[in-house]
């Protein structure tokens, strides 16, 4: 796992039953990788746990623990489907920044994003995208006095 450690990736479709598929609307999948442990996220609750590679192969040790946010239905079933893809032993394939989870028809082709360095607070243009207040989230708000 050495070469995935300190790493993390994203996808904005692949095959699903071997159908193509898009992340839902505003969402991606995201997988990183530090200290022998896996995040996720499939754009709605955050997936980890300790994961290692064996011949190619991803295995997540005892499962994935996952915070249990509700979420709007089409994300919350791209979720159950991420999570249990990330389960089932996904072959794993880096090419540079390129790394491909494979596992029966299902197939994620994820692109490495790489960090941006740290801004400035004053001088740097700032656009709000959401919301956070104790009714949930609301997205693309804009600011009117920004």
């Known amino acids: 796992m050495d070469q995935l450690s300190g790493r993390t990736f994203t996808a904005s479709d692949g095959s699903r039953d071997g159908e193509p598929f898009t992340a839902v609307k505003g969402s991606a999948l995201m997988v990183s990788f530090a200290d022998g442990k896996l995040s996720a996220s499939a754009g709605c609750n955050s997936m980890g746990g300790p994961a290692h590679l064996v011949d190619g192969v991803l295995l997540i040790d005892g499962g994935l ?50 960090p941006v360095a740290d801004q400035p607070l004053v001088g740097t243009a700032w656009v709000l995208t959401g919301v956070v207040s104790g009714a949930g989230v609301r997205s693309n708000t804009r600011c009117s006095k920004c």
């Open 65 to 114: 623990m996952t915070t249990e946010m509700a979420c709007a239905e089409p994300l919350m079933q791209q979720e159950q489907w991420f999570s249990t893809f990330l389960t089932s032993k996904p072959t794993a394939t880096l090419d540079g920044d390129a790394l491909t989870l494979a596992s029966g028809s299902d197939e994620v082709p994820f692109v490495e994003q790489v």
